[in-house]
C-alpha cells in the first residue's frame, strides 16, 4: 500500500476516505479485520448504536401429525435484539517542522521537540528511504489502529457509553451472550478442571457444537495462537498425540475477502486458519466470516476513517490525526464458536 500523504493542511476537498487503506494496511497481522472488511467494504451508519436480531434454533425431537379438516401446529419462535455500539479510535503524531523538512538525514529524532537527539549519524541528501516523514508516519498510525481494531474485535468487553467510554463487544463477549457457543476444552469438559492443549479432537467437537446450534458454517474459519499453531501440528507429525482424530492442513489456497488463509478439514467439512496475535487468554474461537461486518460511523464533510489536522499552538510543529467510530456486526451469537480452557 502506497503511504498516506496529503498536503497541511488538509482542505476539506482533499480529504480522502482511508477505510480501504485500514483493511488493507497490515492483513496477516490483523487477518479478521481484513478479510471481514475484504468480503463486506464495511457498512456506514449515522447513530453511535445499532442492533443485530437472533433467533431460536429450531430443534425437531418428535412429529405430531396433522389432522384431515383438523387446526394446523401453531409455532412461534423466539426472536430477539442485542444492542452493539460504535468505538472511538483516534490516534496521532507530531512532528517539528525540521523532522518534516530534513528527510536527507537519517538521524534518531525526538519527532515533537528536539530537532535530533544525536549528531553523529548524517547521511548524504537522498540515502533516507523516507522522504516524507508525516505520510510515513501516519501510515504507521493508521496501522497501530489497525491492530487495535483487531485487538477489541476478540476483546471488546462492551460499554454503551452513558458511565464510560463506548467499546464495541468482542467476540469473547459475544460468544458468552445467551444463546452463544462456548467449546470448554479442560480436563472436565465444563470449565471446573485443568486446561488441556489444543487438539483436532477439540476442533471438531467445537464444530459439533456450531452444527448442534444450527449455525449455517457459511465461512468458517478458526483463530488461533502461534503457540495453539505448533501444537496441532505437533499433532499431524505424530497424530496419537490426542489418541484419536488426524487432523490435515492444505497449502494457502484459500482466499477469505482478499486475505489468504490455510484450510482444515475437518469431520464437519473444510474451514479456514488463522494467526492471531490478539486472541485473548487461553481460548480460540471458530467465527463464521459470512456473518462479520464492520460498521462505521459516517461523519458529514469527513468520511468514515479520516485524517484531521491538529492545533499545535505556537510550537514550531505540525500534527495530524487518524479518527474514525466502528464497531463489529457480528451476527447471531450461535453462528460463532469459543473454545475455551486451552493451555
Not at 118 to 137: C, F, H, R, W, Y
Not at 163 to 175: E, P
Not at 244 to 257: K, Q
Not at 268 to 289: Q, R
Request: glycine share 10%; hydrophobic share 40%; charged share 15%.
Amino acid at each position: 500500500m502506497g503511504v498516506i500523504s496529503s498536503p497541511s493542511p488538509i482542505s476539506a476537498s482533499e480529504i480522502n476516505n482511508f477505510t480501504g487503506e485500514l483493511f488493507k494496511v497490515t492483513p496477516h497481522r490483523t487477518p479478521l479485520l481484513s478479510a471481514s472488511g475484504g468480503l463486506t467494504g464495511g457498512k456506514a451508519i449515522n447513530a453511535t448504536f445499532f442492533q443485530f436480531q437472533t433467533i431460536d434454533n429450531a430443534v425437531v425431537s418428535s412429529v405430531t401429525p396433522g389432522t384431515e379438516g383438523g387446526a394446523p401446529n401453531y409455532n412461534g419462535r423466539n426472536r430477539s435484539a442485542v444492542q452493539s455500539v460504535l468505538e472511538i479510535f483516534h490516534e496521532a503524531v507530531q512532528l517539528t517542522f525540521t523532522a518534516q523538512a530534513a528527510y536527507g538525514e537519517i538521524v534518531p529524532f525526538d519527532l515533537a521537540a528536539n530537532y535530533k537527539n544525536s549528531i553523529d549519524k548524517l547521511a548524504l541528501e537522498g540515502t533516507n528511504p523516507v522522504n516524507d516523514e508525516m505520510a510515513e508516519q501516519l501510515q504507521l498510525v493508521l496501522e497501530l489502529v489497525a491492530k487495535k481494531v483487531e485487538f477489541q474485535a476478540f476483546n471488546g468487553t462492551f460499554a454503551d457509553g452513558t458511565a464510560a467510554s463506548r467499546q464495541m463487544r468482542g467476540l469473547d463477549a459475544h460468544c458468552n451472550l445467551p444463546g452463544g457457543n462456548v467449546y470448554f476444552n479442560d480436563a472436565s469438559g465444563d470449565g471446573t478442571g485443568a486446561d488441556q492443549k489444543i487438539h483436532w479432537d477439540t476442533v471438531a467437537n467445537a464444530m459439533k457444537k456450531l452444527y448442534d446450534s444450527g449455525a449455517p458454517m457459511r465461512e468458517p474459519v478458526l483463530f488461533v495462537s502461534p503457540s495453539m499453531l505448533l501444537d496441532l501440528n505437533k499433532e499431524l507429525v505424530n497424530p496419537t498425540i490426542s489418541g484419536a482424530l488426524t487432523g490435515g492442513i492444505l497449502p494457502r489456497d484459500r482466499n477469505v475477502g482478499g486475505v489468504d488463509i490455510d484450510t482444515i478439514i475437518t469431520p464437519f467439512g473444510a474451514m479456514g486458519l488463522a494467526l492471531s496475535d490478539y486472541l485473548p487468554a487461553n481460548k480460540a474461537f471458530i467465527v463464521d466470516m459470512a456473518y462479520v461486518a464492520p460498521i462505521f460511523l459516517n461523519i458529514p464533510g469527513k468520511g468514515t476513517v479520516f485524517i484531521r489536522d491538529l492545533d499545535q499552538a505556537d510550537n514550531a510543529r505540525m500534527g495530524k490525526a487518524v479518527y474514525m467510530e466502528m464497531g463489529f456486526d457480528f451476527g447471531p451469537p450461535q453462528y460463532h464458536c469459543e473454545i475455551a480452557d486451552i493451555a
